[in-house]
């Protein structure tokens, strides 16, 4: 099992730019998959973006392709979320969270919470304007 740390939100203007970090301690971090997730105010949990082990492949909701960037750094056992430009909607808690049962490619085994089974405390982001 893996701990993870989220880091890096804070308040932004309308579209600013943003970096997340996800750090992971305690297993070890390149045999997880690891996604970004976030839940607003009175909404569900939704995915935003995803990663695969190697960091060979990623994955996007269409509400952030093109403007969110996922990546990891595994000999730094890191994640991060670079958010472009950025929305008032896009207002959220963020979480990152790390998968061991992913076993396949492609977006169906990914976008779902169910494929992870590590979660961080999150972290907000505000977006103003």
């Known amino acids: 099992q893996v701990q993870l740390v989220e880091s890096g939100g804070g308040l932004v203007q309308a579209g600013g730019s943003l970096r997340l970090s996800c750090a992971a301690s305690?297993?070890?971090?390149?045999?997880?998959?690891m996604g970004w997730f976030r839940q607003a105010p009175g909404k569900e949990r939704e995915f935003v973006a995803a990663i695969t082990r190697s960091g060979g492949g990623t994955y996007y909701a269409d509400s952030v392709e093109g403007r969110f960037t996922i990546s990891r750094d595994n000999a730094k056992n890191t994640g991060y979320l670079q958010m472009n430009s950025l929305k008032l909607e896009e207002s959220a808690v963020y979480y990152c969270a790390a998968g061991s049962r992913v076993l396949y490619g492609g977006y169906s085994n990914y976008y779902t919470r169910r494929a992870y089974d590590n979660w961080g405390q999150g972290t907000q982001v505000t977006v103003s304007s």
């Open positions: 305690g297993g070890t971090f390149s045999t997880y998959a």
